[in-house]
């Protein structure tokens, strides 16, 4: 199983991202991605999960109406893209695989930096 997402990203404030993760090793649909991000000195903070299955999506309140998931089941893909980005965005945005409540599989984390 890999989870393998994109390359580091550099945004103006305002701006637009939207990083993806690409699974291998499984079947795709048949377990939810969530992305978790971590800030410079915080903690790990949930933003949400896709059910790659039907596109059904659950978002953090806090993310809500800047954040989308989607995932495309023909190259078994997830995104997330998020918008209105400010400098409170700058952090390593994780994807990983959720199995019967526990993540048991992570990607390496893409690196977002939102600066002018």
């Known amino acids: 199983v890999q989870l393998v997402q994109s390359g580091a990203e550099l945004r103006n404030p305002g701006a637009s991202v939207k990083v993806s993760c690409k699974a291998s090793?499984?079947?795709?649909?048949?377990?939810?991605i969530d992305w978790v991000r971590q800030a410079p000195g915080q903690g790990l903070e949930w933003m949400g999960r896709i059910d790659p299955e039907d596109g059904g999506t659950k978002y953090a309140q806090k993310f809500q109406g800047r954040v989308t998931f989607t995932a495309d089941t023909s190259t078994r893909t997830a995104y997330v893209e998020l918008s209105s980005l400010r400098s409170e965005d700058t952090a390593v945005y994780y994807c990983?695989?959720?199995?019967?409540?526990?993540?048991?599989?992570w990607g390496q984390g893409t690196q977002v930096t939102v600066s002018s």
């Open positions: 090793g499984y079947m795709f649909t048949s377990y939810n």
């Open positions: 990983a695989r959720k199995v019967r409540g526990f993540y048991d599989y």
